[in-house]
């Protein structure tokens, strides 16, 4: 044992001397660690100097992956330290979990296992009671901690690094979002058998799920047509017998030998008379249980990957790793809020003693989910703040003028949103807002008086919006709000040039904007992502506006931005979004909210209609058209689909044009259709060349046609309450009547929850608030473009774990902006990582 300890010893300080180039041997140290220990595991002589080896072997392999001298210098030392433990007789625990070579049940022991008989006949058993825990064999000293470094690198090793899973089991694994050990570590269980309560057999009752300690009597194996089988196995307590029963497993027959003592945990059932379990779950006696006689985990699967196999799996890694992860919550703040430490919280998130330790577990990990959150958006929030931006002073005389020329008053939230909007304008510090307002409430208008207020100050407006529909109707809104507005130039008045800029214009009409853009002539320019492109360049830009924002990714909002220099950020949506999705999607926004209607606004009426009355919703649309109106009829799905029983987009505009509507004149509309096609039909449709649109979800947000007076849902209950309230937002535009139908063959009650709230109620936040509830934060935007956190444990509607979160991420921001103090440097690293990632997955 000496010579490979001195041999290791020699290379290490070697590479010590090199300057950590990982040169001391040839290929590097993690080529070098299988030759070293298989010289050293020939010399050691016990299994606390065998676990100690494989740990450094399992060290040397991180080391080319550490990315920093000073985390490689850590692993030398780390590595010298232990060898010298190893030389003095101490050892550290193993490294690598032994997980299970193949799938499921083959993965179990060989043969039998005999014990002697749990009851005899005529005896009285013990009452039931919770299943005592197997004692787990007594493990070596812990060796120091790895540093953080070498920890990260090994966690961040693919699970094909882990003892007999091969490539076969990593492809069924990825489909699961696991790559490595530490995506296992988070794969959490989607639900609990709780199989914690023993009973006897004669105790038993159908319905019951229980665990049961019993012998087998027999066992016996029967072929059926096709190559299958059946397992039938008795097994007995002294109490009463049990029937098991397994398909095609023909291997139990040998394991599951008379006499052999087990535990079953499952459903009872009753045949002809019998108890009976039908596939349980069951585990020799005297092993340590984690398939039976506990709360037993089930977790997401994909084809190919059992609970049984995948359970052991993560038993493993959890076992070898829980310990390891490293615990970026300070100390003070766990203990002050009460919280598990990770490592515990894995365990039992994962095997939980009990229903208590699983709900302290829950909360430690979803403190951790809404807390990363909230540091994370906190830091946008102060990295924002430390830019300097334009001060934008505000032309009080030319407002009050602009304000004088509207059709009508402000609204108090509609002040109130202008007001902060222009305080903001007015600091060093570049405006960074969301300004949120239901369908109708007057965001354009708030927006037009900024953009004059930059315009006054000499400076540009640029206007991104997702379609050129919109791009049209924001440039015609633009024009008629400030065309008769001047802006200050060369000591004289000139009128305030508003421009537009989308795809589909002319090349030559093209170059011209963009040379009046760069020569400073232009005041506001509205416009699609043709805005971010690299020929689009600004004089003076140092406001952008932002509409319907969560349609563009993270990198195109950037991109716009960098246009100017450190410019005034204004984001909109007609979305309404509740405070607490609020606070995670948009913490590092100031917020404004416009939540009340301009007055004389009229209410949309709406209906909810069953499948019997879909004539009569028909001849409505007839009627509105024949009046002169225009009509929406919206689909869930583009194509058929076998999995869910929907009226698709395609189908249902082939089938009204040739069977209800022949005489009139229909458009399709739906996500997979070109862009410039989606935006001929959309145009059309805005200019009263089509009387219907058939559509899928791609109209929720879209255009403006005040023509249109009804919205004709079908499948009304597939779609969310807020998305149904967007929905409704697209009729209602012009001085006419206008009408809701909600279409549903659901006899759901909670279906029908959701649909009576939504006719009952025009208030899109309450909408908000209980979808949240309902249905979860998804509902609000469908794409991960949005930003929305990928939650696994916290749920955004916990508004109390939320705030507390956002609270403790604020406190300790305040106390240490930069994360710098030492005992806040896990949590550094652990933020960037996440949102590093996140930015990634958004943009």
């Not at 009509?631 to 999995?643: D, G, H, K, W």
């Not at 609270?807 to 652990?830: G, I, N, V, W």
Request: hydrophobic share 40%.
């Amino acid at each position: 044992m000496q010579s490979a300890i001195v041999k290791l010893v020699k290379i290490l300080n070697l590479e010590r001397d090199m300057g950590y180039m990982n040169r001391a041997v040839i290929g590097g140290l993690d080529k070098f660690a299988p030759h070293w220990r298989e010289e050293a595991l020939s010399q050691a002589s016990t299994d606390a100097a065998r676990s100690a080896i494989e740990e450094i072997c399992d060290l040397l392999r991180t080391y080319s992956s550490l990315e920093t001298t000073a985390q490689k210098a850590e692993c030398v030392d780390d590595l010298l330290a232990r060898l010298k433990a190893l030389e003095a007789g101490a050892a550290p625990a193993p490294a690598v979990p032994q997980a299970p070579a193949e799938p499921e049940e083959r993965a179990e022991e060989k043969g039998p296992v005999s014990a002697p008989p749990l009851a005899k006949p005529g005896v009285t058993a013990a009452p039931a009671e919770p299943l005592p825990a197997v004692p787990r064999p007594e493990e070596p000293p812990a060796a120091p901690p790895a540093p953080a470094g070498a920890r990260s690198a090994a966690l961040e090793a693919e699970v094909t690094t882990l003892p007999r899973v091969g490539q076969m089991q990593a492809k069924r694994l990825e489909k699961l979002g696991i790559r490595t050990i530490e995506d296992l570590l988070y794969h959490f269980p989607r639900r609990y058998d709780d199989y914690s309560r023993l009973k006897l057999i004669h105790q038993l009752r159908p319905g019951d799920e229980v665990t049961v300690l019993a012998n087998v009597r027999q066992t016996t194996l029967r072929q059926l047509d096709g190559g299958r089988t059946i397992i039938k196995c008795i097994v007995t307590d002294g109490t009463g017998q049990l029937e098991l029963t397994w398909f095609n497993q023909p291997f139990l027959e040998k394991r599951l030998a008379p006499g052999t003592s087990i535990v079953v945990s499952g459903r009872v059932e009753q045949f002809l008379g019998r108890l009976t379990m039908n596939s349980p779950e069951w585990e020799p006696l005297d092993k340590e249980h984690i398939h039976t006689g506990r709360m037993v985990p089930v977790y997401p699967l994909t084809e190919g990957v059992t609970n049984r196999w995948l359970r052991r799996l993560i038993n493993k890694v959890v076992e070898t790793w829980a310990d390891r992860v490293e615990d970026f919550l300070p100390e003070e703040m766990r203990r002050r809020l009460e919280l598990y430490d990770l490592g515990t919280a894995l365990r039992e998130v994962h095997f939980p003693a009990s229903e208590e330790s699983l709900a302290k577990a829950r909360r430690r990990l979803a403190f951790d989910e809404l807390f990363l959150l909230q540091v994370g958006v906190l830091r946008l929030r102060q990295a924002w703040r430390r830019q300097t931006g334009r001060p934008l002073p505000t032309d009080r005389p030319a407002l009050e003028q602009f304000l004088a020329s509207l059709p009508f008053t402000l609204t108090g939230a509609q002040q109130r949103a202008l007001d902060e909007i222009l305080h903001d304008m007015a600091q060093p510090v570049p405006m960074n807002r969301l300004l949120q307002g239901d369908v109708g409430s007057g965001k354009t208008v708030i927006a037009a008086a900024a953009a004059l207020v930059a315009a006054r100050s000499g400076f540009q407006t640029a206007v991104m919006v997702p379609t050129e529909i919109l791009a049209h109707q924001h440039y015609a809104r633009f024009q008629s709000l400030l065309g008769q507005m001047t802006v200050p130039a060369n000591g004289q008045e000139r009128p305030l040039r508003v421009r537009l800029l989308v795809g589909s214009m002319p090349p030559a009409e093209k170059r011209q904007v963009y040379d009046e853009t760069a020569a400073g002539e232009v005041d506001v320019i509205v416009g699609t992502h043709a805005l971010i492109q690299e020929n689009v360049q600004f004089a003076r830009l140092a406001l952008v506006i932002i509409d319907e924002q969560h349609r563009f990714g993270v990198s195109q909002r950037g991109a716009l931005r960098q246009k100017g220099y450190s410019p005034h950020m204004l984001v909109m949506t007609a979305t309404p979004i509740p405070r607490t999705l609020s606070l995670t999607l948009y913490g590092d926004l100031d917020l404004s909210i416009i939540d009340e209607l301009p007055p004389g606004r009229q209410p949309i009426k709406t209906y909810i209609v069953t499948h019997r009355e879909r004539e009569r919703a028909y001849q409505f649309v007839r009627s509105q058209v024949a009046e002169g109106h225009q009509a929406f009829i919206i689909c869930p799905l583009v194509e058929e689909s076998e999995n869910i029983e929907a009226r698709a987009a395609v189908a249902e505009y082939e089938r009204l044009s040739r069977e209800v509507f022949p005489n009139l004149r229909l458009g399709l509309l739906h996500g997979r259709m070109p862009a410039e096609e989606k935006e001929e039909v959309m145009r059309r449709f805005s200019a009263g060349e089509l009387d219907i649109l058939v559509s899928t979800a791609v109209v929720e947000v879209g255009i403006d046609v005040p023509n249109a007076t009804v919205m004709l849902i079908e499948g009304a209950d597939r779609f969310g309450m807020a998305q149904l309230h967007q929905f409704r937002g697209r009729v209602g535009r012009g001085s006419a009547p206008s009408y809701c139908l909600l279409l549903t063959e659901s006899n759901s009650e909670d279906a029908w929850e959701r649909l009576r709230a939504v006719a009952e109620s025009q208030d899109g936040f309450a909408l908000a608030e209980k979808d949240l509830e309902l249905r979860g934060p998804g509902e609000f935007f469908g794409t991960r473009q949005s930003g929305l956190p990928d939650l696994r444990m916290a749920s955004l509607a916990d508004i109390r774990l939320l705030e507390l979160a956002r609270r403790e991420a604020y406190q300790l921001l305040e106390q240490d902006p930069e994360l710098s103090r030492p005992e806040h440097q896990a949590l550094r690293r652990r933020v960037e990582r996440a949102w590093a990632q996140r930015r990634t997955d958004i943009s």
